[in-house]
C-alpha cells in the first residue's frame, strides 16, 4: 500500500505563496508522482499540472504561477504557488501512480483559500 500525506495549504491573501507537499511512503518502489489536481466548490476535479519523462504540463489558468518539482530523496512531490488568486481556491490532490499495478493514489487534499 501506498500512503500520500499533504501539506502546506492554507488561507492567503491575494498575491500571496503557497507550498504544497505531498510526502509518499509505503510500497513506494514502483511508484511515480503524476501531477496536482484541484476541486472548487461544486465542480469537478481538474488538472493544475504534471509531469512525465522530465517534461512538465500546467493547466492555462496557472501557466506562469506555479511550479511543479519533485525531492526524490524525500520522495515528495512539490507544488509552488505564486501570485495566487481567489479562483485558486480549492481542495488541492496529489496522484501518484504504481508502474507495476497501474494504480492511481491520491492524496487526503489541501484546502487552499486565497481571500482578503
Known amino acids: 500500500q501506498v500512503q500520500l500525506v499533504e501539506s502546506g495549504g492554507g488561507l492567503v491573501q491575494p498575491g500571496g505563496s503557497l507550498r504544497l507537499s505531498c510526502a509518499a511512503s509505503g510500497s513506494i518502489l514502483s511508484i511515480i508522482p503524476m501531477g496536482w489536481y484541484r476541486q472548487a466548490p461544486g465542480k469537478q476535479r481538474t488538472l493544475v499540472a504534471t509531469m512525465a519523462g522530465g517534461s512538465t504540463n500546467y493547466a492555462d489558468s496557472v501557466k506562469g504561477r506555479f511550479a511543479i518539482s519533485r525531492d526524490i530523496g524525500k520522495n515528495t512531490l512539490l507544488l509552488q504557488m505564486n501570485t495566487l488568486k481567489p479562483e485558486d481556491t480549492a481542495v488541492y490532490y496529489c496522484?501518484?501512480?504504481?508502474?507495476?499495478?497501474?494504480?492511481?493514489?491520491w492524496g487526503q487534499g489541501t484546502q487552499v483559500t486565497v481571500s482578503s
Open positions: 496522484n501518484f501512480r504504481d508502474l507495476r499495478t497501474r494504480t492511481d493514489y
